[in-house]
């Protein structure tokens, strides 16, 4: 088992910016895809974005494509979620999540959640 801790949300204007940050505990890390998730106020948990092991693929739902950038560095246990030109319908609680496969972390393959962390964007 792998834990994770995110970090880095908060309260931002919309068209701002924030970076969350992911941090993971155990040896599996590197394996594994990565992905983040995010679930809004009575909604349930949505797909934002995944990584592959390696770092080389990546994808996101269609509604971040070209804002959001999602990155990891093996060596530091880091992942990391760049969200520039934030919007109010991106206001939810974010996870990351590891996935039992190397090459993607969709719903259905996701073995550890972090606790969240809130991102909340004004108007």
């Known amino acids: 088992q792998v834990q994770l801790v995110e970090s880095g949300g908060g309260l931002v204007q919309a068209g701002g910016s924030l970076r969350l940050s992911c941090a993971a505990s155990?040896?599996?890390?590197?394996?594994?895809?990565m992905g983040w998730f995010r679930q809004a106020p009575g909604k349930e948990r949505l797909f934002v974005a995944d990584?592959?092991?390696?770092?080389?693929?990546?994808d996101y739902v269609d509604s971040v494509k070209g804002r959001f950038t999602i990155s990891r560095d093996n060596a530091k246990n880091m992942v990391y979620l760049q969200m520039n030109g934030l919007k109010p319908e991106d206001t939810a609680v974010y996870y990351c999540?590891?996935?039992?496969?190397?090459?993607?972390?969709?719903?259905?393959?996701?073995?550890?959640w972090g606790q969240g962390t809130q991102v909340t964007v004004s108007s």
């Open positions: 990584i592959s092991w390696n770092g080389i693929g990546t």
């Open positions: 155990g040896r599996t890390f590197s394996g594994s895809a």
């Open positions: 999540a590891r996935s039992r496969y190397s090459g993607s972390a969709d719903g259905k393959s996701i073995v550890d």
